[in-house]
């Protein structure tokens, strides 16, 4: 079963939020911002409520200005998490909507980038997302990977890991617990030829990145720690 952590503070969803334009890469509906002719991209996959959350395309707005095009593909064909609508089966949505079949829509988004000339990607995944940010982790489809607060991950999937990553994690977390996530940090860290990084945010729950209260002061703060330490990475490896 689902944690219900996973699927709290449920963003209100807005098509036209943004800077950028929604156009179709890779056979999906995506969200694009920042320049199309850059050489470096940034791929940011959502977590269960999708592509159209403000907050975001906000972080996809602001990872743009750093000089990435930056991607944020609609891996749900238009069907995210909707708690609201009557008899809505979570487990039949997760089947529907697997990390396995979004790996492989992200790697035909990557294999489009790479057809348009970019030659270094990154990327980001959130909850669900995270998880199929692992996946491309363990191929040298990607030059760098950041996971933020990803849904159950196993050792195994960890031990394939092949590039740069970063683990930025929660404190308050049932769906990746702390000690689960600095287990996967020693793992990495052993591969001498290998960087990682393990961030665990304290005072904060899962979906903390993503689904803050604009209004709550110390949840955009924290929110915006992480963004600059997945900033950084990206900076650091996408080059």
């Known amino acids: 079963m689902s944690s219900p952590q996973c699927f709290e503070n449920p963003p209100k969803l807005t098509p036209d939020y943004g800077a950028g334009t929604v156009q179709e890469l890779g056979g999906l509906k995506t969200y694009v911002t920042g320049a199309s002719d850059s050489k470096l991209a940034i791929l940011l996959i959502a977590d269960a409520f999708g592509y159209e959350a403000p907050n975001l395309r906000k972080l996809a707005d602001k990872v743009a200005a750093a000089g990435f095009f930056v991607v944020v593909p609609d891996f749900f064909y238009g069907d995210p998490i909707d708690l609201s609508r009557p008899g809505f089966d979570i487990e039949a949505w997760k089947k529907l909507h697997n990390t396995d079949k979004g790996h492989e829509n992200a790697k035909l988004v990557i294999a489009t980038l790479k057809s348009k000339g970019v030659n270094s990607i990154g990327a980001a995944g959130f909850c669900w997302g995270g998880n199929v940010a692992v ?64 961030k665990i ?39």
């Open 135 to 198: 996946k491309l982790a363990s191929s040298n489809d990607i030059q760098a990977a950041v996971i933020l607060h990803p849904g159950p991950l196993t050792i195994d999937e960890i031990r394939e890991v092949k590039i740069p990553i970063a683990v930025l994690g929660a404190e308050i977390d049932h769906y990746s617990p702390p000690e689960q996530l600095k287990e996967f940090g020693e793992i990495l860290s052993a591969k001498s030829q290998l960087a990682s990084l393990l």
């Open 201 to 239: 945010f304290p005072g904060v729950s899962h979906g903390w990145t993503v689904r803050y209260n604009v209004e709550d002061e110390p949840a955009v703060k924290s929110a915006e720690e992480a963004h600059r330490d997945m900033l950084h990475w990206f900076t650091k490896f996408v080059k």
